[in-house]
């Protein structure tokens, strides 16, 4: 039997985030090493577990797996979360790259200064607003069914979730005119597996602090200003 697959990443969300959210989801255990060095960092290069060099790195099934979407894609094959054709799989890949985009908008977040945080901030609430969550109001409000692709839970519901979360963490009530993803995020937010992940004591990270950017760049030799969108 293989063994639990194993996550290679800093203590904080960043790319790897999303790979946790829907192991959680597939109800599958998983094991974590922190890099908190930058030799630990060194080591996974000069063993070459990075293929190119970046982490997120994933060991599952025997395979050494960087690239996020990559991983993504593989578990949600693996976990029956990627619809039951080649149809759905590929309305699944346009909703998660959506997802992935409004997401871009935040990562880099806690690198930025306080004044282009405040910039940032705003750029996020506008662009889901007036671009991504209309465009997902209008598919659950169209097809009238409990999740995006199928009506059966899929990889797309999940990223939504998670991306929903991290909007509302700047802006609590973003959601005040979208009934349909109102209801959207209740519904997930109560499935079995998605409900253990949101509870305290989970994997799920916290939102980042100092103290991950600061391990981060010391770990990635990161010493120069990110700049906001």
Known sequence: MAGKP?????????????IRWLLAAAGVEFEEEFLETREQYEKLLQGGSLMFQQVPMVEIDGMKMVQTRAILSYIAAKYNLYGKDLKERALID???GGTDDLMGFILMFPFLSAEDKEKQRAVVVQKAT?????????????????????????WADVHLLEAILMVEEKKSDVLSGFPQLQAFKARISSI????????PGSQRKPVPDDKYVETVRRVLHMYYDIKAN
């Open 6 to 18: 194993k996550l290679y990443y800093f203590d904080g969300r960043g790319k790897m985030e999303s």
């Open 94 to 96: 346009m909703y998660v």
């Open 130 to 154: 007036s671009r991504y969550f209309p465009a997902y109001e209008k598919v659950l409000k169209d097809h009238g069914q409990d999740f995006l692709v199928g009506n059966n839970f899929s």
């Open 192 to 199: 079995p597996t998605i409900k253990k992940f949101l509870e």
